[in-house]
């Protein structure tokens, strides 16, 4: 049976149903969260044994009172707490609430970005917001850009950007139509060796292969060593390859750190390069007063990535490359009778579909929009001096205490360290708080095992740090003497 109201719309019937399951909906959620820990600690082949048993397109369907239960009691409580204090191994954040009004919104209307005519007011904000987004960068005037999938994607999105435009002004080809040039092979794309692997994800996809990627050495404070980079490129030249591109990370995932800018600018111009900027990380700090000056010379890049699902706190997916010349968003355009005919683009119908990977896509730019304008800059930049403070603050704690061994000094705000203890010791650390539902990651920086803290919860206190540290203490502790006593 078919009911009516099976879609929201504009009757009586169906906004009756919207509002009802709606409220059960967010009943179950609040009435989820219990207390602040991360995760109820069920191990995976338990949860794995729970979640088999759940059926899988029944026959007849269960409705929605049945089926929100089945949630309830058998997924919701094992999903993770992102708002946990206790949670901070990765660059995962908590949401914002108005964010998650904006996700109800977005998906009350489920406007699609591909064309016009298929979210008018959508098209319309998502250019608004990119233009602001490009003014907030320092790009000029000729700027754009468009919403992605995350980071990934919008360093792809650079990457092939940069390949076309370079192959177009320095080979004087055009690899939109004819596919890699003969002499693709000696393409390089330059990085630091502690960028994201999408890096080489991108140059696999683009054909490239993860060969073209050359990792530039990193300083002891993880950013690229300048010196050692441009001899780098020196010999690859005169040895006939073709470097494309320079990125810098701006926030680093594992440190945080953030490459000297202006002079990897200097390093593109030098050789004819195209520079991005990685800064699905950093960007947060351009609302900050007192961190924002860490990314200065960002608005000299070709081509910036910015996440706005990791400091800016918005609920996955939501991210934006941003292109310092609309013409380097060429690559992207194409145009299909039945979606974007260029008539239409000629009377005023912007048909976003040209600008990116996908087609059909969400209107995540109204979260951006909502939050920017529910918080301001100001509010935001709390936001986010929260969290660097935080950073400094772990840091500052650790480097009083000749126990531990801290692997850089935080630029953004993640915290990256060790007990001074073996690696077992410090492995042994992480299993056991995760077990009592304390989540962090793990890095190794120099051979070593890290622990490694990414401190995006705003509501993390100093005292919530202090219980940290020594909590890890203890157990490091408690873990030494244990085998000294084997
Ligand atoms: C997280 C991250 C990415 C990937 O972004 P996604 O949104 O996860 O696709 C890329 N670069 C850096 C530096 C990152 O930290």
């Not at 989820?32 to 082949?45: E, K, M, R, W």
């Not at 899988?56 to 009691?73: N, Q, Y």
């Not at 939501?318 to 145009?335: G, K, Q, T, W, Y």
């Amino acid at each position: 049976m078919l009911q009516s109201d099976c879609i929201l719309s504009a009757s009586e019937d169906s906004k009756s149903s919207f509002r009802k399951e709606i409220g059960m909906t967010l009943d179950s959620i609040l009435s989820s969260f219990s207390d602040d820990s991360a995760y109820s600690g069920i191990d995976p082949l338990s949860l794995r044994e729970e979640i088999g048993k759940l059926g899988f397109l029944p026959e007849e369907g269960m409705g929605f009172d049945k089926t929100l239960e089945t949630v309830r009691e058998s997924i919701m409580p094992h999903l993770l707490r992102t708002w946990s204090t206790s949670y901070m191994p990765h660059l995962h954040s908590p949401a914002l609430i108005e964010s998650i009004a904006s996700e109800l919104i977005i998906s009350s209307f489920n406007d699609s970005m591909d064309s016009w005519d298929q979210g008018p007011a959508a098209t319309e904000l998502e250019v608004h917001v990119i233009k602001g987004l490009c003014r907030l960068f320092g790009f000029p005037s000729e700027a754009d850009g468009a919403f992605t999938s995350g980071g990934s994607q919008s360093n792809l999105s650079a990457i092939i950007a940069a390949r076309d435009a370079y192959c177009q002004r320095v080979l004087r080809y055009d690899v939109k139509k004819k596919g890699l040039p003969e002499c693709y092979a000696r393409l390089r794309l330059y990085t630091s060796e502690i960028s994201h692997f999408s890096m080489e994800k991108s140059c696999h996809l683009l054909g490239l292969g993860y060969d073209a990627v050359v990792k530039l050495p990193v300083d002891s404070s993880c950013r690229i060593d300048i010196e050692k980079a441009e001899r780098i490129i020196e010999k690859d030249k005169e040895q006939g390859l073709l470097p494309f591109c320079i990125v810098a990370t701006a926030g680093t995932t594992d440190f945080g750190s953030i490459d000297d800018m202006k002079a990897i600018r200097r390093i593109a111009d030098r050789f004819g390069m195209m520079m991005h900027v990685d800064a699905a990380y950093g960007s947060g700090l351009i609302v900050s007063d007192r961190y924002r000056s860490r990314l200065d010379g960002i608005e000299s890049a070709d081509t910036i990535t910015i996440d706005f699902h990791k400091m800016f706190l918005l609920p996955i997916s939501c991210s934006a490359v941003i292109m310092r010349d609309a013409s380097l968003l060429e690559p992207f355009e194409l145009h299909a009778d039945y979606l974007n005919r260029e008539e239409d683009e000629e009377d005023g119908f912007i048909n976003l579909v040209g600008k990116g990977i996908q087609t059909t896509r969400r209107f995540d730019a109204l979260k951006v929009f909502m939050a920017f304008s529910v918080r301001g800059r100001k509010g935001y930049g709390e936001i986010i001096d929260k969290c660097v403070d935080n950073a400094m603050y772990f840091y500052q704690r650790l480097m009083d205490d000749d126990s531990f061994v801290v692997a850089v000094r935080p630029e953004i705000s993640s915290v990256v360290f060790c007990l001074d203890a073996s690696d077992g010791i410090n492995k042994a650390i992480r299993r056991r708080l995760l077990a009592e539902g304390t989540v962090i990651g793990q890095t190794v920086k120099d051979g070593r095992t890290m622990l490694k803290f990414t401190l995006l919860n705003p509501g993390l206190s100093h005292s919530h740090i202090d219980d940290l540290i020594e909590k890890i203490r203890t157990i490091g502790r408690e873990l030494m003497s244990r085998k000294t006593g084997q």
